[in-house]
């Protein structure tokens, strides 16, 4: 449960976003952020948990820090998608050569995100269930 715990806050962040869409939402998206709130496969993480990650989006690449360890990698996203789509392609960290599908909203400083863990389908809407690899976090821009 550790490995996929890890697994989840660094995607999470872990997304590397190479923006294909529109330019002023690929902008948009970008900077450092940090979950508010998490939850995988049903069971919401701790506020401790939380603390420890940050996720930075910058030109398409991704960086996810769980404590001190990084995980890298880049991001597209799919605008015409209902929700918006985002593939997220690990590079360098325990999610190198990994993808995975997500979905997200951004409302100002807000970022929502739910990823496919299991990297098998795009979810469908923002909850995860037990018995799922989905992967729901809620992000606020950090303004410092």
Not at 17 to 24: F, H, M, N, Q, V
Not at 35 to 53: C, D, N
Not at 86 to 114: A, S, W
Request: net charge positive; proline share 6%.
């Amino acid at each position: 449960m550790k490995h996929i715990l890890y697994i989840g806050l660094a995607v999470a962040a872990f997304l590397t976003l190479r923006a294909s869409g529109e330019p002023a939402e690929a902008k948009a998206i970008e900077g450092m952020w940090r979950p508010v709130t998490a939850e995988l496969a049903g069971k919401p993480m701790s506020e401790t948990v939380l603390k420890t990650i940050s996720l930075k989006l910058e030109d398409g690449e991704y960086e996810v820090l769980v404590g001190d360890h990084p995980d890298k990698g880049t991001y597209t996203l799919d605008l015409a998608a209902k929700p918006k789509g985002m593939t997220v392609t690990g590079t360098e960290g325990p999610n190198r050569g990994k993808i995975f599908p997500c979905i997200y909203e951004l409302q100002g400083d807000t970022l929502r995100i739910c990823y496919d863990l299991s990297g098998a389908k795009r979810p469908a809407e923002f909850k995860t269930a037990v018995g799922t690899r989905l992967y729901l976090v809620t992000y606020a821009r950090n303004k410092q």
